[in-house]
């Protein structure tokens, strides 16, 4: 197949990208820049700004559209910041379907990244793909987002909406930035650390998205997190384990909240989200418990793949 993927230089994005082209596929890469570790079998084009449609050559032929790119959650949000994570993704997201009704060849799929975000904090309350929505801003941000990916319906494109969890993996996201501090025996949980957290290991994230773009009946809603989501105090525990440290340091949530102000909600927030779409597709967790999942993504000599 003929693939677009836009965030084709992020953590994920250059996963996939190396993913589908070693499955056989052609992969034309959109990003703000060309990265310098792009594959050289990969065709590029920049898309330097969201606020505008991508080059039509990008999308020219292409059978399916794999949408990643937006601003990063994981910073201190200013009013500007809050800005451009919504307008990254919202208008992005509509930018890129007005792009794909003017081509001639439309492709069949658009896989469109979405978040677990759109449930807000729900303490212990079990989250499937067709449970409702909160109302904090990062709710609101991602119900839009999935609407501008849904109009792609009208044309005739089947979309999936790949709700991401805590994606997982060693040379990047949020592990990587966990990391140190866990090295210097100074980890510990968020908060209560009772908060539960929906995590994902990037080879099923990589694999999730391969299986969705080859199966027809995979469509709407789908929940990338394992089945078996745990507290954050268990998280940290698994963790401490994994690199034989001790985590005996909690952060208060008066501290996160002077670190990273209202994102500081983000970490603290409770989602125990259940895979059932993806489950009853019939794809296969490979890693569907934390302990195993971080182990191999931190033994020694490991890739992190």
């Not at 509509?94 to 975000?117: D, E, F, W, Y």
């Not at 989501?229 to 909690?250: D, M, Q």
Request: proline share 7%; net charge positive.
């Amino acid at each position: 197949m003929n693939i677009t993927v836009t965030g084709a230089t992020g953590f994920v994005g250059a996963r996939l990208t190396r993913a589908l082209l070693d499955a056989g596929h052609t992969v034309h890469a959109l990003a703000r820049q060309r990265p310098t570790n792009l594959p050289a079998a990969a065709r590029f084009s920049a898309w330097p700004s969201t606020e505008e449609e991508p080059p039509p050559e990008s999308l020219s032929n292409a059978d399916a559209v794999i949408h990643l790119a937006g601003e990063p959650v994981a910073q201190r949000w200013t009013p500007e910041i809050k800005k451009r994570i919504r307008s990254s993704r919202v208008d992005g997201t509509r930018h890129l379907v007005n792009a794909l009704s003017t081509q001639s060849h439309r492709p069949s799929v658009l896989i469109c990244a979405s978040a677990i975000g759109i449930y807000g904090s729900r303490g212990d309350e079990i989250l499937t793909d067709k449970s409702s929505p909160g109302d904090d801003f990062l709710a609101r941000v991602v119900i839009d987002w999935e609407k501008a990916a849904a109009l792609a319906e009208a044309l005739g494109i089947r979309v999936v909406r790949l709700r991401l969890g805590v994606v997982l993996g060693k040379d990047g996201g949020a592990l990587a930035k966990m990391l140190p501090p866990f090295r210097l025996g100074l980890g510990g949980r968020l908060g209560s650390g009772l908060q539960w957290t929906s995590w994902i290991h990037i080879d099923d994230v990589i694999n999730l998205t391969l299986f969705a773009l080859a199966n027809d009946g995979v469509r709407g809603a789908v929940n990338a997190t394992a089945p078996e989501p745990v507290s954050n105090s268990e998280f940290t525990k698994e963790l401490a384990s994994a690199i034989h440290r001790p985590a005996i340091f909690p952060v208060p949530k008066l501290a996160l909240s002077v670190m990273f102000g209202e994102m500081a909600s983000v970490l603290l927030s409770s989602q125990r989200v259940i895979p059932d779409a993806a489950k009853s597709a019939g794809f296969d967790f490979q890693y569907p418990k934390l302990g195993p999942a971080l182990r191999r993504l931190l033994m020694e000599g490991s890739e992190g793949q």
